[in-house]
């Protein structure tokens, strides 16, 4: 019903940046907050960031301060930018979405995860 596709995730030097992007498609009547979370191997899905529809924003504590997440809602997209990047950031990227569908004449809530991202941060 509702899709997210992720992208621009890859390798990068510990200190570099990296930004990653969803975008959203499919019946969306209106997305309510997006977000991002990863998956280190080994480890629990964790939440890194997330947004409102109208634009506040949470951190997890260990990106606070280089990680800026963003949404553009005309695209139905939200971006993650990444700066200052560290070995302990290397993860699968996973974006969320929930929101209203509207099919057929129909109404419907959504929550829909992205296929994942790789980010491996180098030390």
């Known amino acids: 019903q509702v899709q997210l596709v992720e992208s621009g995730g890859g390798l990068v030097q510990a200190g570099g940046s990296l930004r990653l992007s969803c975008a959203a498609s499919g019946s969306i009547f209106s997305i309510n907050a997006m977000a991002w979370y990863r998956q280190a191997p080994g480890k629990q899905r964790e939440l890194v960031a997330a947004?409102?529809?109208?634009?506040?924003?949470n951190y997890a504590d260990s990106v606070k301060g280089r990680f800026t997440i963003s949404r553009d809602n005309a695209k139905n997209t939200v971006y993650l930018q990444m700066n200052s990047l560290k070995p302990e950031d290397t993860a699968v990227y996973y974006c969320?979405?929930?929101?209203?569908?509207?099919?057929?004449?129909?109404?419907?809530?959504?929550?829909?995860w992205g296929q994942g991202t790789q980010v491996t941060v180098s030390s």
């Open positions: 969320n979405a929930d929101g209203r569908a509207f099919r057929r004449g129909s109404y419907s809530d959504f929550g829909s």
């Open positions: 947004i409102t529809s109208g634009g506040s924003t």
